[in-house]
Nanobody, 115 residues
C-alpha cells in the first residue's frame, strides 16, 4: 500500500504561482511513476504532469512551459511548481502514484485562479 498526502493549493490571482506538494509513505519502493492530475468542474480528470523514477517528465500541452514537476527521493516528496496560472487552471489537483499492485491517489487540493 502507498499513502499520498497532497497540499499547497489555494486562491491565487491570474499570473500568480503556487507550489503543490505530495508526501508519499508506505510501500514507496514499488512506485515507478508519480504525477499530478486535475479535475475541473464539469470536466473529466486529466493528467497534468508525470515523472518517472529516473526523472523523465511529461506534461500536458496546456501546462508546458508554465508548470514543473520534480521529486525528492530522499524525502519521498513530489512537487508541482505552477507559474503563470490562469483561470482555466482552476481545479482540484490530485497526486498519483503508480505501482505494480495499484494506482494510488492523494485526497486532492483545490487550486482556484481568480481576480
Amino acid at each position: 500500500q502507498v499513502q499520498l498526502v497532497d497540499s499547497g493549493g489555494g486562491l491565487v490571482q491570474p499570473g500568480g504561482s503556487l507550489r503543490l506538494s505530495c508526501a508519499a509513505s508506505g510501500s514507496i519502493f514499488s512506485i515507478y511513476v508519480m504525477g499530478w492530475y486535475r479535475r475541473a468542474p464539469g470536466k473529466p480528470r486529466e493528467l497534468v504532469a508525470g515523472i518517472t523514477n529516473s526523472g523523465i517528465t511529461n506534461y500536458a500541452d496546456s501546462v508546458k512551459g508554465r508548470f514543473t514537476i520534480s521529486r525528492d527521493n530522499a524525502k519521498n516528496m513530489v512537487y508541482l511548481q505552477m507559474n503563470s496560472l490562469q483561470p482555466e487552471d482552476t481545479a482540484v489537483y490530485f497526486c498519483n502514484a503508480k505501482a505494480p499492485r495499484g494506482n494510488y491517489w492523494g485526497q486532492g487540493t483545490q487550486v482556484t485562479v481568480s481576480s
